[in-house]
C-alpha cells in the first residue's frame, strides 16, 4: 500500500500549483470544478500528488494546526538535492528555517502559499 494523494484546502489552486510546479518540478495532472462550486488542481507526479482545493464561498484561517484536532501541520516532500531546492525556495520568497542533520538525512522546513509548512528533506 501507498499514499496516493492529500487534499488541502488553499485559497488560490492555481496559484499554489504554479509555485509548487516552480518548487519540485511537479505538474498538474488534473483540474476542474470540484465540491460546493469549488476549484481543485491536483498536482504532482505520476503516482502521487496534492489536490489543492477552494470552495466557493469564504474561508476560515486556521490558528494553528499543531493544537488542532485533524490539523494539517505539515507536508514532507523527498529530494534529490536539499540545496538546489533550498535556493529555489528562498528564491521564490519563502523563508527555510529548522534545518536538521539526523539519521538518516538532511532536511529543512519553509511556510508556504497560505502559511502550509512543508518539510523538505534529503535522504543519504
Known amino acids: 500500500m501507498r499514499l496516493e494523494h492529500l487534499n488541502v484546502t488553499v485559497s488560490d489552486p492555481k496559484g499554489t500549483a504554479s509555485i509548487l510546479q516552480d518548487l519540485f518540478d511537479w505538474k498538474i495532472r ?16 505520476d503516482d502521487t500528488y496534492l489536490a489543492l482545493y477552494s470552495p466557493d464561498k469564504a474561508l476560515n ?6 493544537t488542532t484536532v485533524s490539523g494539517l501541520n505539515h507536508i514532507g516532500v523527498v529530494v534529490d538535492d536539499l540545496k538546489a531546492i533550498e535556493n529555489r525556495v528562498i528564491n521564490s520568497g519563502f523563508k527555510p528555517h529548522n534545518h536538521a542533520d539526523y ?8 511556510d508556504g502559499p497560505d502559511g502550509i509548512e512543508f518539510e523538505v528533506v534529503s535522504y543519504r
Open 30 to 45: 488534473w483540474e476542474g470544478v470540484a465540491k460546493d462550486n469549488g476549484y481543485t488542481v491536483h498536482i504532482g507526479e
Open 61 to 66: 484561517k486556521c490558528d494553528n494546526s499543531y
Open 103 to 110: 539519521e538518516p538525512g538532511e532536511r529543512f522546513y519553509f
